[in-house]
């Protein structure tokens, strides 16, 4: 099941949980939501209807009762009384739909892990409630205007949660803040696209700088398996200098690995371990594999 939060009647959806405590989390002062569907953000997440199909956000029905355009661009409706066009009631909502539609396409998030909020990982056991405590402060912290923001390192063993975990942050991030986010596996989409960039046949030729800059400046990176090439002095300099950059503007990044970050000061450097130090909540996730359907079910 994936969060859409759909309500039945007055009868809210019990794992709309943490949906309703980040919203206040983020805007306390807020009161009780007009809409208990979307709780005020105008759509909601619709889940497909088979394991191919992921589903994405949809208007919510808040939105489309007020509708009086045709749902199309530029979302204006002709007003007799004022002998001209104006903005349909729901044009702020549909704005931000398309926006969020638009950086979701862009983040490279795996399907698998699309529509994946924090509601659905169970706390099956104490590290994975601070690792969900943790998810919350960062993304609470991420719409600070100031002070400084931390990011996640996640660590445990094979099937652990961590992927779906950090998925499912940026997933948050995009449905409250309508931010850029970036999902990279560090071997496939960072490594192997910077080599590829010196090659004259690949696709990616000429392309490093642009694709160290677009990792060194997305609002929200994450950086899945960490620690899995750590073999050359290269490796070390690319990685040091993605993650400076990303602390010198105080952006939020995530790191997944099968290793403690401890296990990284000899072998990626001093340097990077002292900067991932400063800048994550490191969380052990010490639970089953997920995908034995103990942790998650769902999946």
Same mark, same amino acid.
């Given at each position: 099941?994936?969060?859409?939060? +759909?309500?039945?009647?007055?009868?809210?959806?019990?794992?709309?949980?943490?949906?309703?405590?980040?919203?206040?989390? $983020?805007?306390?002062?807020?009161?009780?939501?007009?809409?208990?569907?979307?709780?005020?953000?105008?759509?909601? &997440?619709?889940?497909?209807?088979?394991?191919?199909?992921?589903?994405?956000?949809?208007?919510?029905?808040?939105? +489309?009762?007020?509708?009086?355009?045709?749902?199309?661009?530029?979302?204006?409706?002709?007003?007799?009384?004022?002998? @001209? &066009?104006?903005?349909?009631?729901?044009?702020?909502?549909?704005?931000?739909?398309?926006?969020?539609?638009?950086?979701?396409?862009?983040?490279?998030?795996?399907?698998?892990?699309?529509?994946?909020?924090?509601?659905?990982?169970?706390?099956?056991?104490?590290?994975?409630?601070?690792?969900?405590?943790?998810?919350?402060?960062?993304?609470?912290?991420?719409?600070?205007?100031?002070?400084?923001? *931390?990011?996640?390192?996640?660590? @445990?063993?094979?099937?652990?949660?961590?992927?779906?975990?950090?998925?499912?942050?940026?997933?948050?991030?995009?449905? &409250?803040?309508?931010?850029?986010?970036?999902?990279?596996?560090? !071997?496939?989409?960072? %490594?192997?696209?910077?080599?590829?960039?010196?090659?004259?046949?690949?696709?990616?030729?000429?392309?490093?700088?642009? $694709?160290?800059?677009?990792?060194?400046?997305?609002?929200?990176?994450?950086?899945?398996?960490?620690?899995?090439?750590?073999?050359?002095?290269?490796?070390?300099?690319?990685?040091?200098? %993605?993650?400076?950059?990303?602390?010198?503007?105080?952006?939020?990044?995530?790191?997944?690995?099968?290793?403690?970050?401890?296990?990284?000061?000899?072998?990626?450097?001093?340097?990077? *371990? !002292?900067?991932?130090?400063?800048?994550?909540?490191?969380? *052990? $996730?010490?639970?089953?594999?997920?995908?034995?359907?103990?942790?998650?079910?769902?999946?």
């Amino acid at each position: 099941m994936s969060a859409t939060y +759909k309500s039945q009647g007055p009868a809210r959806d019990a794992r709309a949980g943490m949906f309703d405590h980040l919203r206040l989390q $983020i805007h306390p002062e807020k009161g009780a939501p007009a809409c208990f569907q979307c709780l005020d953000l105008g759509y909601v &997440f619709e889940p497909g209807l088979t394991r191919a199909d992921a589903g994405g956000f949809v208007l919510c029905e808040c939105q +489309k009762k007020i509708t009086l355009c045709d749902g199309r661009p530029p979302y204006e409706y002709y007003d007799p009384a004022r002998r @001209g &066009f104006v903005a349909c009631p729901s044009k702020p909502a549909r704005i931000r739909l398309d926006r969020l539609r638009a950086l979701e396409r862009k983040s490279d998030v795996p399907r698998r892990y699309r529509g994946s909020f924090l509601d659905d990982i169970q706390p099956v056991d104490k590290t994975v409630v601070e690792a969900l405590d943790n998810a919350v402060n960062v993304i609470v912290e991420f719409g600070k205007t100031n002070g400084e923001r *931390h990011g996640l390192f996640l660590w @445990g063993g094979t099937g652990c949660g961590k992927t779906l975990l950090s998925c499912a942050v940026l997933n948050e991030i995009l449905r &409250f803040y309508n931010a850029p986010v970036r999902y990279a596996k560090i !071997s496939r989409d960072i %490594l192997s696209r910077i080599r590829a960039s010196f090659n004259p046949n690949s696709e990616f030729y000429g392309e490093g700088r642009k $694709i160290e800059q677009e990792l060194a400046s997305v609002a929200a990176l994450v950086i899945d398996d960490f620690g899995v090439h750590r073999e050359s002095e290269w490796v070390n300099e690319v990685l040091y200098d %993605l993650i400076d950059a990303r602390y010198e503007n105080n952006l939020l990044t995530i790191l997944t690995s099968n290793e403690s970050l401890d296990s990284f000061r000899a072998s990626a450097g001093a340097r990077i *371990h !002292s900067r991932l130090k400063e800048m994550c909540y490191e969380t *052990h $996730i010490d639970a089953p594999d997920f995908r034995t359907g103990r942790l998650n079910p769902t999946l």
